[in-house]
């Protein structure tokens, strides 16, 4: 198969693949939702986006149909079915199917479970962004990955409209994340990146990145900043599932970073390697 679409044990190639109008992700949004990359049919970080999936459900109070086990059982015997080994690996879970209604469904409505793989390969670590910036008008439940990406969307057209390929997040003179990604600025020689709560998406990008900080005895701090203070970084820096570690050269269409290029290609360096021999 070129591409592959799973739905509550039904598998078929993407196109082919038909979700019911009453799945509650259809009408309200109503689930959570993980994405990482797999390189030579080995997933990348599968514990740790499991964990989370997990984590995102139940916050929404959704009863996934199967254990974490069984979940990375299968979507390792998934990604096997696809012709190319390295593969967009996105998995998504709803509240289940009923007719709409506001109020959860009934126990007895069983979740749903999509998966949906494709041929991908990650961001070249190597290649710089540019970002615009806009207002974060997100509700507060950033720290749950739902479903309900219209602001999100709706920031990522804005820095494709103009020509950008991020947009940075700011609310209430903080800097938060980007429409998809996390953010850091390298400052005197510290890594700087919003604290995880109810207002960014912690991923796991985000999670390596300070694991690499500490290991290369680089101290960080988990606070908010501005964007007077991102304009004046040493480096300014995105993460996340796709982009290991990038570098970020515009913002706004004013340049930005590039005062610290020795720390960032190591952090580069080692992220990369760790892909690669989690992957081999």
């Excluded at 190319?84 to 998995?91: D, E, I, K, L, M």
């Excluded at 990406?149 to 920031?155: F, R, T």
């Excluded at 300070?210 to 995105?238: F, H, K, N, S």
Aim: one cysteine or more.
């Amino acid at each position: 198969m070129k591409t592959l679409g799973y739905y509550n044990g039904t598998v078929d190639e993407l196109e082919a693949m038909r979700i019911p109008m009453l799945d509650r992700a259809s009408y309200f949004g109503d689930g959570v939702y993980d994405v990482t990359y797999c390189r030579n049919y080995r997933i990348f970080a599968l514990d740790e986006h499991v964990d989370r999936f997990f984590q995102s459900a139940e916050l929404l109070k959704i009863t996934p149909p199967l254990s974490k086990n069984e979940l990375k059982a299968l979507l390792n015997e998934l990604v096997e079915k696809l012709e190319s080994g390295n593969q967009w690996v996105y998995f998504q879970l709803s509240r289940g199917t009923e007719l709409r209604n506001h109020p959860f469904p009934g126990a007895h409505v069983p979740a749903n479970l999509s998966v949906m793989l494709k041929p991908a390969e990650i961001r070249d670590t190597y290649l710089p962004l540019r970002c615009i910036t806009r207002e974060d008008t997100r509700f507060l439940h950033c720290n749950v990955k739902s479903l309900n990406l219209i602001p999100n969307i709706l920031a990522k057209q804005a820095a494709t409209e103009a020509g950008a390929d991020e947009c940075i997040l700011h609310r209430d003179g903080a800097v938060t994340e980007c429409s998809h990604s996390n953010l850091f600025i390298l400052q005197n020689g510290r890594m700087i990146t919003h604290p995880a709560n109810e207002k960014i998406y912690a991923g796991t990008g985000r999670a390596h990145l300070l694991a690499a900080c500490r290991t290369q005895g680089i101290p960080t701090e988990e606070r908010a900043y501005t964007l007077a203070e991102l304009m004046q970084a040493d480096e300014v820096i995105i993460t996340s599932a796709s982009a290991l570690c990038v570098r970020v050269v515009e913002v706004d269409g004013v340049p930005v970073g590039g005062k610290a290029s020795y720390t960032l290609k190591a952090l580069q360096d080692a992220l990369l390697k760790d892909y690669l021999t989690q992957t081999e």
